[in-house]
């Protein structure tokens, strides 16, 4: 087929089946190890989309994450990692997955190529435009989220879009496109292998710059992460020695006191220093 996409095009890779262990995971890797190189050459486009996230949600808007399969649940994922990272609400990064959660483990069957299924999905968060709506696809032609984006533009939303083919339908649609092309997968359109890599690095790209741009990071440390089990606990212990210099004891003490890395800095810096 003369314009097939690129993440539908044949592997460069022939009989898989007779090729050894050692020599499927070296050309499995040797695919990976292009992903960040493609993601280099479109960081002028993430820098619009961060940038622009970065400006709704310091005026109090919501970044929104839609998507459908591994794209879907790879928005979830970035979603879900926010609020114990950054100790940020549930509400203020939102993902959500054709089909509902239940698609986050087995497939919902039609979920997909329903148009009208992402702005119902979106409208029970009471999305404005406020808020910033990214859709997520690594083909750029998958129904949920180009439906999803194209009601969010007739309310004034704006979107962003991460896919893996050039000039795709989602691209032409969304305000601050991100096309990251990492050519054929090693197992013809498997998708979830070097798209959904180049996916889940984006999404880590902008989550992360986001929330240090909103204050969320200090130094190099995630200062107001939820401390939900010891490990955290342990790390936000380790934090307040370095940054005030104290001894463990100390350092446990002023944190089960005021329940937080960044309070205990923020009380108590000028006084160890």
Same mark, same amino acid.
């Given at each position: ?6 993440? /539908?095009?044949?592997? $460069? ?9 050692? /020599?499927?995971? *070296? ?5 990976? &190890? ?45 979603? *879900? ?28 069957? $039609? ?56 000039? @795709? ?5 969304? /305000?601050?496109?991100? /096309? ?9 359109? *498997?998708?979830?292998? &070097? ?24 130094? $190099? ?6 401390? @939900?089990?010891? &490990? ?42």
């Amino acid at each position: 087929m003369k314009n097939k996409p690129t993440t /539908e095009q044949s592997s $460069n890779y022939n009989n898989l089946e007779k090729m050894d262990t050692f /020599e499927l995971l *070296s050309n499995i890797n040797a695919e990976d &190890k292009t992903v960040p190189l493609a993601i280099e050459k479109v960081i002028p486009s993430i820098e619009k989309l961060v940038n622009i996230i970065y400006a709704k949600m310091k005026d109090g808007g919501r970044l929104f994450y839609i998507g459908a399969g591994t794209s879907g649940r790879l928005g979830v994922l970035d979603a *879900s990692e926010c609020p114990p990272t950054y100790g940020v609400s549930d509400n203020w990064v939102i993902g959500l997955i054709a089909g509902g959660d239940i698609a986050l483990r087995k497939a919902v069957e $039609n979920a997909e190529d329903d148009t009208t299924l992402a702005w119902k999905d979106l409208q029970e968060y009471n999305i404005t435009d406020k808020d910033v709506l990214v859709g997520i696809a690594a083909s750029g032609t998958t129904p949920y989220v180009i439906g999803g984006l194209q009601r969010a533009k007739q309310h004034n939303i704006t979107t962003g879009c991460i896919t893996c083919n050039k000039n @795709s339908p989602l691209s032409h649609v969304a /305000e601050y496109p991100i /096309e990251i092309v990492v050519g054929p997968e090693f197992v013809t359109g *498997s998708t979830r292998m &070097k798209a959904g890599t180049a996916q889940k690095l984006v999404l880590n790209m902008i989550s992360t710059s986001v929330m240090i741009k909103l204050g969320r990071v200090k130094d $190099n440390k995630m200062v107001h992460m939820q401390l @939900s089990n010891t &490990k955290l606990v342990n790390r936000g212990v380790l934090m307040l020695m370095d940054e005030l210099l104290i001894d463990e004891d100390l350092a446990s003490m002023l944190l089960e006191k005021h329940k937080s890395v960044k309070n205990v800095l923020d009380l108590y810096k000028s006084e160890f220093l």
